[in-house]
């Protein structure tokens, strides 16, 4: 499994950026597809973005297509979720995910496809 440690969340204001950051050490940082999920007080965790292991196939929720991009680096093992005109709905703790059973182009949106999960890094969107 895959060690993951995120980044980059904190306080900001309605339309502004964040990019948040989330460090993998463990197997190879190209074989596991990666994915960010969050969780907003009260609420079910959700998907939010997928990266494939080569290729930067991804996929994004409807909330926040457009607006958020997923990327990752694989030779800084990291993979990152640019986050552009934030809302307040966006409030949420951000986890980072790894599968490490997709294939080489796949990406997911399911969270029992990811098998290791980083402690989360705060969002918090102002009004």
């Known amino acids: 499994q895959a060690q993951l440690v995120e980044s980059g969340g904190g306080l900001v204001q309605a339309g502004a950026s964040l990019r948040l950051s989330c460090a993998a050490s463990?197997?190879?940082?190209?074989?596991?597809?990666m994915g960010w999920f969050r969780q907003a007080p009260g609420k079910e965790r959700e998907f939010v973005a997928s990266?494939?292991?080569?290729?930067?196939?991804?996929y994004y929720s409807e909330s926040v297509k457009g607006r958020f991009t997923i990327s990752r680096d694989n030779a800084k093992n990291t993979v990152y979720l640019q986050m552009n005109s934030l809302k307040p709905e966006d409030t949420a703790v951000y986890y980072c995910?790894?599968?490490?059973?997709?294939?080489?182009?796949?990406?997911?949106?399911?969270?029992?496809?990811?098998?290791?999960w980083g402690q989360g890094t705060q969002v918090t969107v102002s009004s």
């Open positions: 990266i494939s292991r080569i290729g930067g196939y991804t």
């Open positions: 463990g197997r190879t940082f190209s074989s596991y597809a």
């Open positions: 995910a790894a599968a490490g059973k997709l294939g080489l182009f796949s990406y997911s949106s399911r969270a029992a496809d990811f098998d290791s």
